[in-house]
């Protein structure tokens, strides 16, 4: 079964780019319908969705990140990625990577800190 | 973008009892797209239902969904002790894709 494993720095200074990116298991991340979606987490909070990106390439992102996220995918090596920039203590979180909504990874922890 | 919120914040409630959990959408739902998720301390969110009232592989038949519109309710019918846990719902019809802000069910 298709499986996702989110990779990536776990400490990233203020104004940096936070950099993700998620390995796709067992199946093709061009094969079907899917979208392919990156979602965080702040400790003790809800779920934010940041954006997502079709095979084609095609993104759609959250407007309140939208000017900071760029989501991209690599076919080649089955993976897509999260790219985040100038970073504050507020994009400190859980950032996971789901297909869709029916798989997801198990998350990373991302901490923002000088 | 839609608002998806959640009612009640939290639900205590024994093992066996049947718990509803609701979530109201500040505007219609493109084509039912609606999900909900069960999510564990420690856990990524695991998919329950889609499509509104459609059980996920695997996802045992005392879970159920329900609704259209801007109105949507996930039930549980005994719970069990597993079940105990927070559960979002989310909408995937309209760019941004939005979570509702979860409600906790707990032990009574």
């Known amino acids: 079964q298709v499986q996702l494993q989110e990779s990536g720095p776990g400490l990233v200074k203020p104004s940096q780019t936070l950099s993700l990116t998620c390995t796709v298991s067992?199946?093709?991340?061009?094969?079907?319908?899917?979208?392919w979606s990156w979602i965080r987490q702040p400790a003790g909070k809800g779920l934010e969705w940041i954006g997502r990106?079709?095979?084609?390439?095609?993104?759609n992102y959250n407007p309140s990140l939208k000017s900071r996220v760029t989501i991209s995918i690599d076919t080649s090596k089955n993976q897509f990625s999260l790219k985040l920039s100038s970073v504050t203590a507020a994009d400190t979180a859980v950032y996971y990577c789901?297909?869709?909504?029916?798989?997801w990874g198990q998350g990373t922890t991302v901490t923002v800190s000088s | 973008e839609i608002v998806l919120t959640q009612s009640p914040g939290t639900l205590s409630l024994s093992p066996g009892e049947r718990a509803t959990l609701s979530c109201r959408a500040s505007?219609?739902?493109?084509?039912?797209?609606l999900g909900w998720y069960q999510q564990k301390p420690g856990q990524a969110p695991r998919l329950l239902i889609y499509?509104?009232?459609s059980r996920a592989t695997g996802i045992p038949d005392r879970f159920s969904g329900s609704g259209s519109g801007t109105d949507f309710t996930l039930t549980i019918s005994r719970l069990e002790p597993e079940d105990f846990a927070v559960y979002y719902c989310?909408?995937?019809?309209?760019?941004?894709?939005?979570f509702g802000g979860g409600t906790k069910v707990e032990i009574k």
């Open positions: 989310q909408q995937y019809g309209t760019s941004p894709l939005t």
């Open positions: 990106i079709y095979t084609s390439g095609s993104t």
């Open positions: 067992g199946g093709s991340i061009s094969s079907g319908s899917y979208y």
């Open positions: 499509a509104a009232s």
């Open positions: 505007q219609s739902v493109s084509s039912s797209y």
């Open positions: 789901a297909r869709k909504g029916d798989v």
